[in-house]
C-alpha cells in the first residue's frame, strides 16, 4: 500500500519546483521534470535544492488552511505551546487549538497531519537529491559534495523536528518509540524505529554534512543565505547534541559555528535602537540562516508576519496579538536593549492594535502593509547561548560563564556577569532572545521542565480558560503530538497499537 502524502513521487517532486527557476525550466517542453532530466546538470540539482528551500517559506494550507505557513507555522506551534507566547484573544481561530494544546492531541486534526507531512517531506526530496546526485554529468565532486552536504543537512533537520514532536524526549530513554526512518525514496511504509535510532539517524548525516562541506572548494561559501552551508550544519549538530545531552558535542559544535570566519557577528547594543525592530529590517550580520521574501513570494495572511506584526490589516491585529510573559519582561534590566522587542507598558497606547502592553515588536515587516519580510532560521546568539549552556551543564562553569558575558554585553553594556544559578541565567536570556523563534517546547521537553503558564487578567498573563493546559510535569503523554490517523490507514507498517497515548 503506499503511504498517503508522505512520499512524493518524482514527477510531483518537479511539481513542486516549477516555479523556482523558469530560466532553468522554460528548456523543457514539460511542466513536469523527470528526476533524471532534473539531475542532468549541476543546475538542475540546485534547483531541486531551491525547491526544498521555497517549501520552507511556501504557504503549505492543504488540509491546514491558515495555519499552514509552511516552517515557520512550526515555529509558532513551538511557542505557542510554552509559557512565554501568550495569546489575548481567540482573534480569527488561527493557531488557537495549538495554543490550547488540543490540536496536537487529535490524530485527524490538520496539525498532527499538516506538521508530519511537511517534514517528510522535505526528507524525501532530499532523499531524491541523494539518489541522483553522484550521477551529475557536469559537476566536479567538490559540486556534488555541496549538494549533497545540503541534501543531508536538510533530511537531519526534518528528523529533528519530527522526533521530537512524535516521541519522548531522549532523555527518557534511546528505546521508546521513534518515528519512522527512510534512507531513500520509496512508497513503502516503514515501522516506527526507536527514539536513539532516530537521533543516531540525524548525527550520521549531520556528520556526513559536516565532511561533505568540508571537501568543498569553500566550505564557507554562502551562495544565498537562504542556503545551508558549513556553519549551519554545525549549528544543526549543536541543537541535535543539546536534545541528546550530549554537553561536549553541543559545546564543540556551538564553537564551531562561531568561529567559523563566514562573516557573522553579534549585534552591538546600538543595534537595539527603539525603532531598529533589527530582525526583519535587513539580513543582519548576526545571521547564519534565514529566508529573504520578496514581495512577489510572501504568502499573505497565511504568514508567519500575519501572526506577529498588529500595526496593520492582519491576524494579529484582528486580535491574534502575541505577547511576552510579563515576569520574563520586568526581570529583564532596564539597560537590555532587547527590552525595544516589545512594548514596555508605559508606552501603551489605548485603542492601538499595536502598542498593546507586552505586544511584539520584535517581528516587524519592514514596510506596513507589505507581507514582504527576512525571516531568521539561526542567528549566531542562538550558539552562543548553546555553548554557554553545553559547558555548564558539562561543568565548566568558568567557561561557561565566560561566554555567556561575551554574548550578553552585546545586549547589555552594563552586564556585569551571571548572578544566582548559572544554568537558570542561561536559560532565561535564552527565554527572551529566543522568543518567537521556535525553541521553548522543546527545551521544555528536553530539560525536563513542567509547563507553567502564569494566569491573570493583566496583559502578559495567560488567560487559563483560554490557555486550558496552564500546568503540566514533565514527561506526561500530553507533551506527545498524535501520529496521523491517515498515516497509520496508510502504512502497513504502523497499526492502531502504535499510536502514541
Request: net charge negative.
Amino acid at each position: 500500500m503506499k503511504i498517503r502524502n508522505i512520499l512524493l513521487s518524482f514527477v510531483m517532486l518537479s511539481l513542486i519546483l516549477s516555479s523556482c527557476e523558469e530560466d532553468f525550466l522554460e528548456t523543457s517542453p514539460t511542466d513536469a521534470l523527470s528526476a533524471d532530466v532534473m539531475f542532468d546538470s549541476f543546475d538542475g540539482a540546485e534547483l531541486a535544492l531551491n525547491g526544498i528551500y521555497r517549501t520552507i517559506y511556501a504557504f503549505d494550507g492543504d488540509g491546514l488552511g491558515h495555519h499552514g505557513a509552511g516552517y515557520f507555522g512550526n515555529v509558532l506551534d513551538n511557542d505557542l505551546l510554552g509559557e512565554d507566547m501568550i495569546r489575548i484573544d481567540r482573534g480569527y481561530g488561527w493557531y488557537t487549538g495549538v495554543y490550547n494544546w488540543t490540536d496536537h492531541r487529535d490524530a485527524d486534526a490538520g496539525i498532527p497531519t499538516g506538521r508530519w507531512e511537511f517534514f517528510y517531506n522535505i526528507a524525501n526530496q532530499a532523499n531524491i537529491i541523494l539518489l541522483y546526485a553522484d550521477d551529475i554529468d557536469d559537476a566536479t565532486q567538490a559540486e556534488i559534495d555541496h549538494v549533497k552536504g545540503q541534501a543531508r543537512a536538510l533530511r537531519a533537520l526534518s528528523y529533528y523536528w519530527l522526533v521530537q514532536r512524535y516521541a519522548h524526549a531522549y532523555r527518557l530513554g534511546d528505546d521508546n518509540p521513534g518515528i519512522p526512518i527512510y534512507r531513500e525514496p520509496t512508497q513503502e511504509g516503514n515501522p516506527r524505529s526507536s527514539v536513539g535510532e532516530v537521533y543516531n539517524f540525524i548525527v550520521e548525516d549531520l556528520e556526513a554534512a559536516v565532511e561533505l562541506f568540508n571537501n568543498s572548494p569553500d566550505p564557507y561559501h554562502k551562495q544565498h543565505i537562504s542556503h545551508i552551508n558549513l556553519t549551519v550544519a554545525h549549528g544543526l549538530y549543536a541543537r541535535t547534541a543539546l536534545a541528546m545531552e550530549n554537553y561536549d558535542d553541543a559545546a564543540h559544535y556551538a564553537d564551531e559555528a562561531i568561529n567559523a570566519g563566514s562573516g557573522e557577528s553579534l549585534f552591538t547594543p546600538g543595534d537595539f535602537a527603539e525603532d531598529a525592530h533589527l530582525l526583519v529590517s535587513s539580513v543582519a550580520d548576526e545571521w547564519i540562516w534565514g529566508v529573504i521574501l520578496t514581495a512577489e513570494h510572501a504568502p499573505g495572511y497565511a504568514s508567519f508576519m500575519s501572526h506577529m506584526d498588529a500595526r496593520f490589516m492582519s491576524y494579529a491585529q484582528l486580535g491574534g496579538q502575541v505577547l511576552l510573559n510579563a515576569e520574563l519582561y520586568e526581570n529583564m534590566a532596564d539597560s537590555d536593549g532587547r527590552k525595544n522587542w516589545w512594548i514596555d507598558p508605559a508606552d501603551a497606547v489605548e485603542d492601538d492594535d499595536h502598542f498593546i502592553p507586552y505586544n511584539n515588536s520584535k517581528f516587524l515587516t519592514p514596510e506596513e502593509g507589505s507581507w514582504a519580510s527576512d525571516l531568521p532560521l539561526m542567528r549566531l546568539a542562538e550558539m552562543y547561548l548553546i555553548k554557554a549552556e553545553a559547558l555548564a551543564r558539562g561543568g565548566d562553569e568558568a567557561n561557561a560563564e565566560q561566554t555567556l558575558t561575551e554574548y550578553m554585553q552585546s545586549r547589555d553594556p552594563n552586564y556585569g556577569g551571571p548572578e544566582g544559578d548559572l544554568i537558570d541565567e542561561i536559560m532565561f536570556h535564552r527565554r527572551i532572545e529566543l522568543w518567537g523563534e521556535g525553541f521553548r517546547f522543546f527545551d521544555l521537553q528536553r530539560t525536563g521542565t513542567a509547563l507553567n503558564r502564569i494566569t491573570g487578567d493583566d496583559y502578559g498573563y495567560h488567560d487559563g480558560g483560554m490557555a486550558n493546559i496552564v500546568e503540566l510535569d514533565a514527561g506526561e503523554d500530553d507533551w506527545l503530538f498524535r501520529i496521523p490517523q491517515d498515516e497509520i490507514d496508510a502504512n502497513e507498517a504502523i497499526t492502531g497499537d502504535d499510536q502514541n497515548p
